[in-house]
């Protein structure tokens, strides 16, 4: 068992019998009263951030988290499946936990799963990953003066905005988490 002077960020705590992510933490020595810690966290499972304040001294439970290296196989409608690279054990994920980024995985893509006593928690991507343009309309003519883009198929599936020379068959990197095109890629 630990105590309030453990917290650190990025520690992961059972707090109300979820887990939590700690994100800030600040002792604070008022002039009246005892210490204590005030402390920023985030539910893992739903994402919501809360503040708590702990007394100074107060027990704690710390958890391990264990973070594994697996391959996305396939999706289908009951969820991604992925296989482990060491020992090619499979598991399966729900569309839920997955989330948005599961509109970037293709087939052989590594990726990392958090679990917590044999549960799978989340599903970590690169924040950019590199995907080739399968499908591009092509460029209208005159638009080029100022920052004209296009939509075009990835080959994950999902459509992006990227800038009028762009075609079919380049190699692009994109940012996930906002969908956006960064660069040309070349092979």
Not at 81 to 103: A, P
Not at 106 to 129: C, R, T, W, Y
Not at 144 to 151: D, E, G, H, L, R
Not at 164 to 183: A, C, V
């Amino acid at each position: 068992m630990a105590n309030t002077s453990d917290l650190k960020n990025g520690v992961i705590i059972n707090f109300n019998n979820d887990l939590h992510q700690i994100l800030q933490v600040e002792h604070r020595t008022p002039g009246k009263g005892g210490a204590f810690f005030q402390v920023k966290m985030r539910h893992l499972k739903n994402g919501k951030m809360i503040e708590n304040r702990f007394r100074s001294g107060e027990e704690i439970i710390i958890e391990r988290l264990e973070q594994t290296v697996y391959q996305f196989l396939y999706k289908d409608v009951t969820g991604y499946y992925f296989m482990e690279n060491e020992t090619y054990e499979q598991t399966s994920l729900s569309e839920e936990l997955v989330g948005d980024q599961g509109e970037f995985l293709k087939p052989g893509q590594e990726v990392q799963i958090v679990f917590h006593n044999g549960d799978a928690l989340s599903l970590v991507m690169p924040p950019h990953i590199t995907l080739e343009v399968i499908s591009a309309p092509p460029a209208v003519k005159g638009n080029t003066s100022t920052n004209a883009t296009k939509i075009v198929t990835l080959e994950s599936g999902v459509e992006v905005n990227v800038p009028l020379f762009i075609d079919e068959g380049e190699l692009i990197k994109i940012d996930i988490r906002t969908r956006e095109y960064i660069e040309r890629v070349k092979r």
